[in-house]
């Protein structure tokens, strides 16, 4: 339970972000277990710069990690936990020489999700993405861009992806709260369709921000 009603932690939230003073920013909230069982709240407010447009022109670079996501049954991707040792191992394990994302693969080897994000490549119009059995976490971002794309008609498949699945894919983006949905341009070196982000990826980017507006104003 939180230790908040949502009225109350919404309010709370708000007058964080206007104290802060900052034009544009992220906002991370996280719920502690305290003492006798009463949760703890701590809000970080941070400055947050938008990513370049050109990153949304161009298509950024991703990169499989060396390291593997741990099993389902060790820790339930579901729960949105502060424990993000595979993340930072698979940074650690690129060096100096980090791209935008490192897409994490699970103790089978099928493609799973980044490191902040979810992920989905389009194949003949047809949209898919790695299915929850992968061992992904559900973002909000990813549900919201697959409703958006069964509005669209799109067929939607949630299922196990390999990275030859993503080689050989038309268009490739990847979806978070920070970059909203963002076109991946190669993956592991190799270009992804011609490398340029694609009309799916395109369209589907255009609704997000419609309807991310509109839930704001």
Same mark, same amino acid.
């Given at each position: 339970a939180l230790p908040l009603p949502g009225p109350e932690l919404k309010k709370w939230m708000e007058e964080g972000l206007r104290e802060s003073? /900052? &034009?544009?920013? $992220?906002?991370?909230?996280?719920?502690?277990?305290?003492?006798?069982?009463?949760?703890?709240?701590?809000?970080?407010?941070?400055? /947050? &710069?938008?990513? $370049?447009?050109?990153?949304?022109k161009e298509g950024v670079a991703v990169e499989t990690a060396v390291s593997r996501r741990s099993t389902l049954k060790a820790q339930d991707p579901q729960i949105k936990a502060s424990q993000f040792v595979s993340g930072v191992l698979s940074v650690l394990d690129k060096g100096e020489n980090i791209p935008h994302e490192i897409i994490l693969l699970g103790p089978s080897g099928s493609v799973a999700e980044g490191t902040i994000s979810n992920i989905f490549i389009v194949k003949?119009?047809?949209?898919?993405?790695?299915?929850s059995a992968s061992g992904i976490l559900r973002g909000v971002t990813r549900g919201v861009v697959i409703d958006l794309a069964k509005k669209k008609g799109?067929?939607?498949?949630?299922?196990?992806?390999?990275r030859h699945d993503f080689y050989t894919a038309d268009e490739c983006f990847i979806t978070d709260t920070s970059s909203e949905l963002l076109p991946v341009g190669e993956?592991?070196?190799?270009k992804i369709g011609d490398g340029k982000p694609g009309p799916v990826t395109l369209g589907l980017a255009a609704d997000f921000k419609k309807a991310a507006h509109a839930t704001t104003t």
């Open positions: 003073r /900052f &034009p544009e920013a $992220s906002l991370r909230l996280s719920i502690h277990w305290g003492e006798n069982q009463n949760g703890e709240i701590v809000l970080i407010v941070r400055s /947050f &710069p938008a990513y $370049s447009p050109q990153k949304y003949k119009k047809c949209l898919l993405t790695p299915s799109l067929e939607v498949t949630q299922t196990f992806l390999t993956m592991d070196g190799r």
